[in-house]
């Protein structure tokens, strides 16, 4: 939705109505992804693709049609539907798109959404794609701090705003499948989630073999993850092929040049993995000045105090000092680099969520909670 925004706000605040097509799941070489998304305006421009053209004449005609009959509909298009020469879909692969009619009634919320994703703020839209009839297309906005809109059940609603803000925390757009009453090992009812926000990045100072296990799963968990040292024989995109980049740079310099070009934000984490005072002491005096997610540093006890001892002489203060996770990790146990790259990771997880770290089998009540400690 976010390439066809300003066509479908213009038509919004006209308050005319606009078939929206979103593909909402593909197969094989399909060559779109979920949330690429086109529009049949009220006077037929055709805005976006779903398919980079094998198959947008039919869902033109299909958003026609239920913009006149004000029904959402889902329609799956492949070479192995009858009907699969006839609407172009040559590519070999496979498509299904939710198509809605889109005007002030019955997205309310549509401009404060488009406001959000113009200034780059997080927020995620959930669309009620399969199901019962009388759930099919309604809708939930949801932000990191509150939801506006119902998706029909209280217990839903609840449930797809954990999942929904897990999504968007990664900044990804997905499938989501309950039960109709919001049950996690249910099924009946499929919500597609738009998820509008830059990934969260990661940002790991340190060019040994413990980071490249961080990046691997800084990676996997959705992380734009950069990897910066000032020594370039070390710092290599060959050593750390699942980083985003590689930068060669003196940390505290790369990390406050950032930080002035606007590139951080309250979701951003930053590993220092160096244990060498001469760079780690400069980038957390940094890193500890700004309004980051979470900030920790690799290194023994004993390094540890000397750490806080050399902090204190740069003037960082005590309540700044309090943000640090250092020794970095949780308690697991770790030994070898992928195992205290976990570790790390659960670390930045439970702080994320406001989680303890304590096993789920010794805890009672609900597994997901709506307290947060850190903004997504």
């Avoid at 094998?54 to 009858?82: I, N």
């Avoid at 019962?132 to 705003?161: I, K, Y």
Wanted: net charge negative; aromatic share 6%.
């Amino acid at each position: 939705m976010r390439e066809v925004m300003d066509d479908l706000m213009r038509w919004w605040r006209a308050d005319a109505p606009v078939g929206m097509a979103t593909v909402t799941a593909t197969w094989r070489s399909a060559p779109r992804q979920p949330g690429a998304t086109m529009l049949v305006g009220p006077d037929g421009t055709a805005v976006g693709s779903v398919s980079g053209g094998c198959v947008e004449a039919a869902v033109y005609d299909l958003c026609q049609e239920v913009v006149a009959a004000g029904v959402p509909r889902a329609q799956r298009y492949g070479v192995h539907d009858d009907d699969a020469y006839a609407v172009g879909l040559t590519c070999g692969g496979s498509i299904e798109v939710f198509v809605e009619r889109v005007d002030r009634d019955t997205f309310p919320d549509l401009a404060e959404v488009a406001s959000a994703i113009a200034g780059r703020s997080p927020v995620a839209v959930l669309t009620c794609v399969a199901g019962p009839p009388e759930r099919v297309g309604r809708r939930m906005v949801l932000w990191p701090d509150r939801r506006s809109g119902s998706l029909g059940s209280g217990r839903l609603d609840d449930a797809a705003t954990d999942d929904g803000r897990g999504l968007l925390a990664a900044g990804r757009t997905g499938l989501l499948h309950y039960g109709t009453d919001g049950e996690r090992r249910g099924s009946g009812l499929t919500l597609l989630l738009n998820a509008y926000a830059p990934p969260a990045r990661m940002i790991v100072f340190g060019a040994i073999d413990f980071a490249a296990a961080v990046a691997r799963v800084g990676a996997f968990l959705g992380y734009r993850v950069t990897v910066c040292d000032a020594r370039p024989v070390f710092a290599t995109a060959r050593r750390f092929p699942d980083a985003d980049e590689v930068v060669v740079d003196w940390p505290h310099r790369y990390l406050a040049a950032e930080a002035r070009a606007g590139h951080l934000d309250e979701r951003t984490v930053v590993c220092v993995l160096t244990h060498d005072p001469k760079f780690d002491v400069p980038v957390l005096r940094v890193a500890l000045d700004l309004p980051l997610a979470y900030v920790g540093a690799m290194g023994s006890r004993r390094t540890h105090d000397d750490r806080l001892v050399r902090l204190r002489e740069e003037g960082v203060p005590e309540a700044a000092l309090r943000r640090l996770a250092s020794p970095i990790g949780l308690d697991l146990g770790a030994r070898t680099p992928e195992e205290t790259a976990v570790s790390i990771a659960a670390e930045i997880v439970a702080t994320r969520w406001g989680g303890n770290g304590a096993p789920l089998s010794r805890l009672d009540g609900r597994i997901h909670t709506h307290h947060r400690t850190a903004p997504e």
